[in-house]
């Protein structure tokens, strides 16, 4: 089925705003849970928002109310919207997904749950 593609990431300053994509029609909207992660340099990989195939969205918590999560059911595209964006969100983006309705995100080795994984996208905050 191949690997996932992310796009729209980038360099802005502290409190711009971005938004990633990432093409997920290859993994039926009925089966499959999307999912970004990120790794910040030098530190582990973290969920940072999921959506099951019932629509369920789960949020890391201290990325609530700058961060949305939403996708486009046509072609299973999987957005993320990130406002307010500081140094702290300075990154490797990634889109994973996985074959299962549960969506793991914020539990310890999360992303081990996941199957497929995209490449990764930079995105740079500078002060």
């Known amino acids: 089925q191949g690997p996932l593609v992310e796009s729209g990431g980038g360099s802005v300053q502290t409190g711009g705003s971005l938004k990633l994509s990432c093409d997920g029609s290859r993994y039926p909207n009925s089966r499959y849970c999307l999912a970004w992660f990120r790794r910040a340099p030098g530190k582990e990989r973290l969920g940072v928002a999921s959506m099951g195939s019932d629509g369920y969205i789960r949020m890391r918590d201290s990325l609530r109310g700058r961060f949305i999560l939403s996708k486009e059911r046509a072609n299973n595209t999987l957005y993320l919207q990130m406002n307010n964006l500081q140094p702290d969100d300075t990154a490797m983006y990634y889109c994973?997904?996985?074959?299962?309705?549960?969506?793991?995100?914020?539990?310890?080795?999360?992303?081990?749950?996941?199957?497929?994984w995209g490449q990764g996208i930079h995105v740079t905050v500078s002060a």
């Open positions: 994973a997904a996985r074959d299962q309705l549960n969506c793991p995100l914020q539990s310890a080795n999360a992303e081990a749950y996941y199957q497929v």
